[in-house]
């Protein structure tokens, strides 16, 4: 059973940087599609970022040039570096394993403050 925990969400003031990791346990990641995702209150589940097995990453309008995804296969984990946050950046995040079988992590709060 894979397992994806996010950790590195906080309040932050508007203008400031946060990183996000998405650790994966009981599966490697290396061949899946890995996507960043965000919710907020009253609001469905958005795609931010996805980065493909093989390196291509697309992004959504309302972040690109801010944030950044990458990730290490070596130590399976998926990164999501944010930058000039914005309060409408404020969102539980989630990433996902993309594929036949997909599989969510428990999310990360990022509250920014204006």
């Known amino acids: 059973q894979v397992r994806l925990v996010e950790s590195g969400g906080g309040l932050v003031q508007a203008g400031g940087s946060l990183r996000l990791s998405c650790a994966a346990s009981?599966?490697?990641?290396?061949?899946?599609?890995m996507g960043w995702y965000r919710q907020a209150p009253g609001k469905q589940r958005e795609l931010v970022a996805v980065?493909?097995?093989?390196?291509?990453?697309n992004y959504a309008d309302s972040v690109k040039g801010r944030f950044t995804i990458s990730r290490d296969n070596a130590k399976n984990t998926v990164y999501l570096q944010m930058n000039s946050l914005k309060p409408e950046d404020t969102s539980v995040y989630y990433c996902?394993?993309?594929?036949?079988?997909?599989?969510w992590g428990q999310g990360t709060q990022v509250t920014v403050s204006s």
């Open positions: 996902k394993r993309i594929g036949f079988t997909s599989y």
């Open positions: 980065i493909t097995s093989g390196g291509s990453i």
């Open positions: 009981g599966g490697i990641i290396s061949r899946n599609d």
